[in-house]
C-alpha cells in the first residue's frame, strides 16, 4: 500500500492504478487519510505492521505489535522521540506492509497516549501559540440538551464567553471540531454514540485544547477509572455533573475561574502521566512526621499531582499535606484513585488529623486551616470555611504556622497555576530556614503566577515535577545538591 501526499498535513493514499487483483487482495484508494488515522487503524487492527514514512527532509519508520506502538526509528532518533518527529512530518510518502514480531521495543507509553501527545505537539503551533490572537470559544459536549443549555448560559452571562458551541453526541463534536478550534472543551465523558470511550478519546486527540470533563454522580464507582485514564491523558480539570442548585454553583465557579485564564494557557505543556503501578502493600504509619512536605497546586496541578504522588517516598519521618485548586466534589474521589498508587496512604484532609508519617492528606482551596499541638508532633486544624477565590484561601498564614512549627524541617513546592497571597508566609518561611521549591514555568500550563513567584527569589530550587520525588528522598537524607534540579 504505497501513499502520496497532496495537502500539507494530510497523506493521501493514491495507488498508480487500480486493477483487478485475483489474489485475494485489495488495491487500496483511501483519500483524506492522515498518518495519525493510519496509526490508529494499525493499532486498533492488533497485527505486527510497520510503517515506512518519507518526507521532505526526513524518513523513518514507526512498527507496531498486538495493537500497540512498540519502537520508532528516524535519523539521529529511536523510541518516542522518533515517533514526534515522524509524526510532525506534513509532506512525504509512506508504506504500511507487515512485519515480524521480534521488533526492538523501545516504547512503552499506550498509543493513545501517544498520538495525543504528537498531534498537540504538531498543531499547538499554529493554534494557541500564535501570534495571532483569537477569540475565546468553548466547544460543551453532553448527552442533555438541558444540561448544554445551562453551561451555555453559565459560560455567556456569568463568564462573558460570546462564542460557545454545543454538541450532544461524539460524532456531532467530532464534525464540529473541523470547523472549529475551541480554547476549552467541556466533556460529558458518557457519549450516547461512538462507542462512548473511543469518541472522548478520539476527541481528546482531535483537538489540542485542555478538557475539563463531566461524569455521573449515581455512577462515580464505574466511571472513576475512565475519568483517571483521561486525567492521565492530559485532561486539566474534573467534577461530577451537578444535580442541585449547589452543584450548579460549584460548576459555575470551576468554569468562572478557569474560563478567565484561557488565553494565559501554555497548551503545549500538557504533558501525559504514565500509567502508575498499585500498590496492594500500604507503608505502616509510625507515629508523628517529623518533616513536613507540602505541596500547592493551582490550573493545571492536576496534570502535576499525577506524576508527583506515585513518587512519594514512603519513609517514617514524612507527611505529606497537598492543597490543590480543584471542585470540593472531586476531591474524595481522586485522593481514593491515587491511593491506589503509591505505597503511602492518600486519603482526604480531615479537621484535627494528626501529621502522620507515611501519610498524605488532600484537600481542595476551601477553608482555612492552622498546625497546632498534637501528643509528641502536630496536627492540622480548620478554621472556617471559604471559598476558592484568590486571597480567601489563607496559605500563607498556614505557612508561617508550619514554618514556626518545623523549621528546616520543612518543605513547600509551588505548581502550576499557584495564584494565591502567600509572599509574607513564604518569607517567614525562609527566615525559619524553610525550604521552598517552584515548578519549572517553563514546563507549567498555567506559567504566569509561577513567574510572579518566582521574581520574588524566595525559592531554592526550580525544578521538573517527575523530578520530586527524587528531590524529596535527597532533602530528608540531608543532601543539598539542589542545582542538579
Same mark, same amino acid.
Given at each position: 500500500?504505497?501513499?502520496?501526499?497532496?495537502?500539507?498535513?494530510?497523506?493521501?493514499?493514491?495507488?498508480?492504478?487500480?486493477?483487478?487483483?485475483?489474489?485475494?487482495?485489495?488495491?487500496?484508494?483511501?483519500?483524506?487519510?492522515?498518518?495519525?488515522?493510519?496509526?490508529?487503524?494499525?493499532?486498533?487492527?492488533?497485527?505486527?505492521?510497520?510503517?515506512?514514512?518519507?518526507?521532505?527532509?526526513?524518513?523513518?519508520?514507526?512498527?507496531?505489535?498486538?495493537?500497540?506502538?512498540?519502537?520508532?526509528?528516524?535519523?539521529?532518533?529511536?523510541?518516542?522521540?522518533?515517533?514526534?518527529?515522524?509524526?510532525?512530518?506534513?509532506?512525504?510518502?509512506?508504506?504500511?506492509?507487515?512485519?515480524?514480531?521480534?521488533?526492538?521495543?523501545?516504547?512503552?507509553?499506550?498509543?493513545?497516549?501517544?498520538?495525543?501527545?504528537?498531534?498537540?505537539?504538531?498543531?499547538?503551533?499554529?493554534?494557541?501559540?500564535?501570534?495571532?490572537?483569537?477569540?475565546?470559544?468553548?466547544?460543551?459536549?453532553?448527552?442533555?440538551?438541558?444540561?448544554?443549555?445551562?453551561?451555555?448560559?453559565?459560560?455567556?452571562?456569568?463568564?462573558?464567553?460570546?462564542?460557545?458551541?454545543?454538541? $450532544? /453526541?461524539?460524532?456531532?463534536?467530532?464534525?464540529?471540531?473541523?470547523?472549529?478550534?475551541?480554547? @476549552?472543551? !467541556? &466533556?460529558? %465523558? #458518557?457519549?450516547?454514540?461512538?462507542?462512548?470511550?473511543?469518541?472522548?478519546?478520539?476527541?481528546?486527540?482531535?483537538?489540542?485544547?485542555?478538557?475539563?470533563?463531566?461524569?455521573?454522580?449515581?455512577?462515580?464507582?464505574?466511571?472513576?477509572?475512565?475519568?483517571?485514564?483521561?486525567?492521565?491523558?492530559?485532561?486539566?480539570?474534573?467534577?461530577?455533573?451537578?444535580?442541585?442548585? $449547589? /452543584?450548579?454553583?460549584?460548576?459555575?465557579?470551576?468554569?468562572?475561574?478557569?474560563?478567565?485564564? @484561557?488565553? !494565559? &494557557?501554555? %497548551? #503545549?505543556?500538557?504533558?501525559?502521566?504514565?500509567?502508575?503501578?498499585?500498590?496492594?502493600?500500604?507503608?505502616?504509619?509510625?507515629?508523628?512526621?517529623?518533616?513536613?512536605?507540602?505541596?500547592?497546586?493551582?490550573?493545571?496541578?492536576?496534570?502535576?499531582?499525577?506524576?508527583?504522588?506515585?513518587?512519594?517516598?514512603?519513609?517514617?519521618?514524612?507527611?505529606?499535606?497537598?492543597?490543590? /485548586?480543584?471542585?470540593?466534589?472531586?476531591?474524595?474521589?481522586?485522593?481514593?484513585?491515587?491511593?491506589?498508587?503509591?505505597?503511602?496512604?492518600?486519603?482526604?484532609?480531615?479537621?484535627?488529623?494528626?501529621?502522620?508519617?507515611?501519610?498524605?492528606?488532600?484537600?481542595?482551596?476551601?477553608?482555612?486551616?492552622?498546625?497546632?499541638?498534637?501528643?509528641?508532633?502536630?496536627?492540622?486544624?480548620?478554621?472556617?470555611?471559604?471559598?476558592?477565590?484568590?486571597?480567601?484561601?489563607?496559605?500563607?498564614?498556614?505557612?508561617?504556622?508550619?514554618?514556626?512549627?518545623?523549621?528546616?524541617?520543612?518543605?513547600?513546592?509551588?505548581?502550576?497555576?499557584?495564584?494565591?497571597?502567600?509572599?509574607?508566609?513564604?518569607?517567614?518561611?525562609?527566615?525559619?530556614?524553610?525550604?521552598?521549591?517552584?515548578?519549572?514555568?517553563?514546563?507549567?500550563?498555567?506559567?504566569?503566577?509561577?513567574?510572579?513567584?518566582?521574581?520574588?527569589?524566595?525559592?531554592?530550587?526550580?525544578?521538573?515535577?517527575?523530578?520530586?520525588?527524587?528531590?524529596?528522598?535527597?532533602?530528608?537524607?540531608?543532601?543539598?545538591?539542589?542545582?542538579?534540579?
Amino acid at each position: 500500500m504505497k501513499a502520496r501526499s497532496d495537502i500539507a498535513g494530510k497523506i493521501n493514499i493514491l495507488p498508480d492504478t487500480l486493477q483487478d487483483n485475483p489474489g485475494g487482495r485489495f488495491n487500496a484508494c483511501i483519500e483524506e487519510a492522515g498518518l495519525a488515522d493510519l496509526v490508529q487503524f494499525a493499532c486498533m487492527e492488533g497485527q505486527d505492521r510497520v510503517i515506512e514514512i518519507q518526507g521532505n527532509e526526513t524518513g523513518g519508520k514507526i512498527f507496531f505489535s498486538k495493537g500497540e506502538v512498540v519502537h520508532s526509528i528516524c535519523q539521529g532518533a529511536a523510541g518516542e522521540d522518533a515517533f514526534f518527529r515522524l509524526m510532525g512530518i506534513k509532506n512525504g510518502n509512506f508504506l504500511l506492509k507487515r512485519t515480524t514480531n521480534n521488533t526492538e521495543k523501545t516504547i512503552q507509553v499506550p498509543w493513545n497516549f501517544l498520538l495525543i501527545e504528537a498531534l498537540r505537539r504538531k498543531d499547538e503551533a499554529g493554534f494557541r501559540n500564535s501570534s495571532k490572537e483569537t477569540e475565546t470559544s468553548i466547544l460543551v459536549i453532553d448527552n442533555s440538551h438541558a444540561i448544554c443549555a445551562t453551561l451555555e448560559g453559565i459560560l455567556r452571562n456569568g463568564c462573558g464567553v460570546k462564542n460557545v458551541i454545543t454538541a $450532544n /453526541d461524539g460524532k456531532d463534536a467530532l464534525e464540529k471540531l473541523i470547523t472549529n478550534r475551541p480554547s @476549552l472543551i !467541556a &466533556l460529558d %465523558i #458518557n457519549m450516547s454514540i461512538m462507542c462512548g470511550d473511543l469518541a472522548v478519546k478520539h476527541i481528546m486527540i482531535r483537538s489540542p485544547a485542555p478538557v475539563f470533563l463531566f461524569f455521573s454522580k449515581p455512577d462515580a464507582q464505574t466511571l472513576f477509572p475512565k475519568v483517571m485514564e483521561l486525567l492521565r491523558l492530559g485532561a486539566m480539570d474534573f467534577i461530577p455533573k451537578p444535580e442541585n442548585d $449547589n /452543584d450548579w454553583a460549584e460548576v459555575s465557579g470551576r468554569m468562572k475561574r478557569i474560563s478567565a485564564y @484561557l488565553s !494565559a &494557557l501554555k %497548551i #503545549n505543556n500538557i504533558r501525559r502521566a504514565r500509567q502508575p503501578k498499585e500498590f496492594s502493600k500500604k507503608a505502616r504509619q509510625t507515629g508523628p512526621a517529623s518533616k513536613l512536605f507540602m505541596v500547592i497546586g493551582g490550573i493545571g496541578g492536576l496534570i502535576e499531582l499525577q506524576k508527583i504522588l506515585p513518587s512519594l517516598p514512603s519513609r517514617d519521618d514524612l507527611a505529606v499535606l497537598v492543597f490543590q /485548586d480543584m471542585a470540593d466534589g472531586s476531591v474524595p474521589m481522586f485522593s481514593s484513585a491515587m491511593d491506589q498508587c503509591t505505597e503511602i496512604t492518600i486519603s482526604q484532609l480531615k479537621d484535627g488529623g494528626p501529621i502522620l508519617s507515611s501519610h498524605c492528606w488532600f484537600v481542595n482551596w476551601t477553608g482555612s486551616w492552622k498546625i497546632a499541638c498534637w501528643e509528641n508532633g502536630q496536627a492540622i486544624r480548620q478554621t472556617g470555611a471559604s471559598s476558592v477565590e484568590k486571597g480567601h484561601f489563607d496559605i500563607g498564614g498556614l505557612i508561617s504556622a508550619a514554618s514556626l512549627a518545623y523549621g528546616p524541617n520543612l518543605a513547600i513546592l509551588a505548581l502550576s497555576g499557584t495564584d494565591l497571597d502567600m509572599k509574607a508566609g513564604l518569607e517567614d518561611a525562609v527566615m525559619h530556614g524553610s525550604h521552598f521549591w517552584l515548578q519549572n514555568q517553563a514546563s507549567a500550563l498555567y506559567p504566569g503566577p509561577l513567574e510572579e513567584i518566582g521574581s520574588w527569589e524566595l525559592e531554592e530550587a526550580t525544578v521538573e515535577t517527575e523530578a520530586v520525588g527524587k528531590l524529596l528522598q535527597r532533602w530528608c537524607q540531608g543532601e543539598t545538591l539542589w542545582q542538579d534540579f
